[in-house]
């Protein structure tokens, strides 16, 4: 036998650093592939399920300006190098993706500053990319893991304040 599930979630409820969401639906089925009646409808007091984020950290869908260069393995200046520049598609205490049109790659370590304009002054991170796709027109989307050295406390106070901040004003952003 064999369950088909279309559900619709709602998600409304902060708990902890998790979000909360529940499923919506009317939409399971039950197929049995070897009886004659292939498809029945389950009773609607069945189709309440509960799930909840497993991210360790909220991900904020935002658009922040972010400079980068190259670093060592323990976040020191690598070269002198000038500044890249991306733009974030989203952003957590745990990392950030950024769209770029410069040549980076799986593994390297990199500097990073993210400006926000609700945050005084620049987030400065260090990081190492897990992971680069390309993208269309040449630019590449970099995901940006932050070392566990790689953001001084108070920035990382900051930080945090601003995306729960966000998400308690709007929890599905």
């Not at 979630?9 to 919506?24: H, I, P, Y």
């Not at 399920?49 to 976040?75: H, M, N, T």
């Not at 990382?156 to 308690?168: C, G, P, Q, V």
Request: proline content about 5%.
């Amino acid at each position: 036998m064999w369950l088909r599930l279309d559900l619709e979630f709602s998600c409304d409820k902060l708990v902890g650093r998790m979000l909360r969401c529940r499923a919506l639906g009317s939409g399971i089925q039950k197929i049995d592939p070897l009886a004659s009646s292939k498809v029945t409808s389950m009773p609607q007091d069945h189709t309440s399920i509960e799930v909840i984020e497993k991210r360790r950290f909220l991900r904020l869908s935002d658009y922040f300006k972010v400079g980068f260069q190259p670093a060592g393995e323990f976040g020191e200046k690598k070269d002198d190098s000038t500044e890249e520049v991306g733009f974030s598609k989203n952003l957590s205490l745990g990392g950030v993706a950024f769209v770029t049109e410069a040549e980076v790659s799986t593994s390297d370590y990199i500097r990073a500053t993210i400006q926000i304009p609700e945050i005084d002054g620049l987030i400065e991170v260090v990081g190492q990319v897990i992971r680069v796709m390309p993208r269309p027109e040449g630019k590449s989307e970099v995901a940006l893991k932050f070392l566990p050295f790689g953001i001084d406390e108070d920035q990382r106070n900051k930080l945090e304040l601003f995306i729960y901040d966000h998400f308690l004003k709007d929890p599905l952003a």
